[in-house]
């Protein structure tokens, strides 16, 4: 309940707005201008008649995404037109039964049904850098790491190697994310400038669908994710081949995109570390240098929410309607709860190390109920190829991306190449 004695968000003066509408600067540079103006409770206006609140507090994104998920709510996502009614964008009821069906297919025993599939495709990169290693080949880094993760989750949906074409087809995957940012906000408007690459993305699906269904179930190689949501279609309708097929694409999409940023930023963070050439350093646990990696690069960097009844965050007054921006990408930048908060330092997470203590400060992957179903099976992929690589040599790179590019994930904004030495 709302009381007398509460005040409202502080906001970001309409100047500095303007400023940042003038510098054409990303939305990430407005945030943090809101944050070190006003602190972790801030308010900006973007032309509208209510404010939009960023949380980057601690306390306050615990209120917001791990207690009360019922007031602050997700709307229509962005990527709707991409992953349909899929568990990423949906809400409500439908959302509990989704989650409710693939949350069992990644923690605990449900896990180890895909070690075998994780190795396989990490065994499969492996062998292809070893060879880059003796060839002095230069390779791409990110185009590695957006192949293993797109072969991993492959393997996970359907038991199946990712073969070239659907690979070359599952481009339209990332032209569509990378488009996202540009495209026209009237939705009708925004899938017609994509439609060829939804119609290929379509086409890839159902392919997935007609073959799992005419696989024998009793087949070692069987269709992991995709038997299950094929099963429940015997006792849910609702389970059409259209939601199967949304369901297909957000694991796509969220099972590989964010896998690969995070594997590309780690290679990239290393190269850039000046303990680099100690041996102690490229010896780091590899959960460790994850860890780190996504302290830095968070999967989800930015969670919108939605408050849908009055509230109060901090003393501070949230009236019905107000969109929240929550921000991994700020809270874990923060000094007061992480000391030179900009320097990639893996030790942060070795065993035993002073890390913040407060719920909230550290969220890679979201939290609270609508926290990333997959967190188990993305952390087990990215070790488990990072036992194999780290050992296969330094990492050297001919150039590196000049900044970062804010979408669905923060990604490199630029090219790769690499060479690997002995």
């Known amino acids: 309940m709302v009381t007398t004695d509460t005040a409202p968000v502080p906001e970001l003066s309409p100047e500095a707005v303007e400023q940042w509408r003038a510098e054409e600067a ?5 945030l943090a201008r809101a944050k070190r103006g006003i602190g972790g409770i801030a308010a900006f206006r973007l032309g509208g008649p209510t404010p939009t609140v960023l949380v980057t507090d601690p306390a306050a994104v615990q209120h917001v995404l791990g207690h009360h998920p019922d007031r602050y709510v997700k709307r229509s996502h962005r990527a709707r037109m991409l992953v349909g009614d899929g568990v990423l964008s949906a809400t409500g009821d439908a959302w509990k039964r989704q989650r409710r069906l693939l949350q069992s297919q990644f923690t605990g025993t449900g896990m180890r049904r895909y070690e075998q599939r994780i190795a396989a495709a990490a065994r499969r990169t492996a062998d292809r850098w070893e060879e880059y290693r003796r060839s002095g080949e230069t390779f791409d880094v990110a185009e590695e790491m957006r192949g293993f993760a797109l072969d ?5 949906l359907t038991g199946r190697e990712l073969d070239d074409r659907t690979d070359g087809e599952l481009r339209s ?4 994310v990378a488009a996202m940012p540009t495209l026209p906000t009237d939705a009708a408007d925004a ?3 994509v439609a060829e690459d939804l119609a290929r993305i379509d086409a890839v699906a159902q392919a997935a669908i007609e073959t799992a269904r005419d696989t024998d179930p009793t087949d070692p190689a069987e269709p992991g994710v995709l038997r299950v949501l094929l099963d ?16 297909l694409v957000t694991l796509l999409v969220a099972g590989h995109e964010t896998t690969a940023t995070t594997l590309t930023w780690l290679f990239l963070l290393l190269d850039g570390d000046p303990t680099k050439h100690d041996p102690a350093a490229r010896g780091a646990d590899p959960q460790a240098l994850v860890a ?31 969109d929240v921006l929550v921000c991994p990408y700020l809270t874990h930048r923060d000094p007061e709860l992480w ?8 030790a942060r997470f070795a065993p035993g190390a002073p890390r913040p203590a407060q719920h909230g400060a550290y969220l890679p992957f979201g939290l609270g109920a609508r926290a990333c179903l997959g967190t188990q099976f993305a952390l087990r992929e990215t070790t488990a190829l990072l036992e194999l690589l780290l050992p296969l040599g330094r990492l050297e790179f001919r150039s590196r ?3 970062a590019a804010y979408s669905i994930t923060v990604r490199p904004d630029g090219p790769t190449p690499a060479v690997l030495h002995r």
């Open 232 to 247: 429940a279609a015997d006792e849910h309708p609702e389970y059409t081949d259209r939601l199967i097929r949304d369901e």
């Open 152 to 156: 991993t989750v492959w393997r996970a």
């Open 292 to 322: 780190e990696t996504l302290r830095l690069y968070p999967s989800a960097w930015l969670l919108p929410r939605h408050a849908v009844e009055d509230d109060v965050i901090s003393g501070h007054r949230i009236a019905a309607g107000t």
């Open 173 to 176: 995957v990332e032209r569509v």
């Open 26 to 30: 990303q939305l990430v540079e407005l």
């Open 401 to 403: 991306p000049t900044g």
């Open 339 to 346: 000391p030179d908060p900009e320097r990639f330092d893996p």
């Open 191 to 193: 899938r017609d400038a």
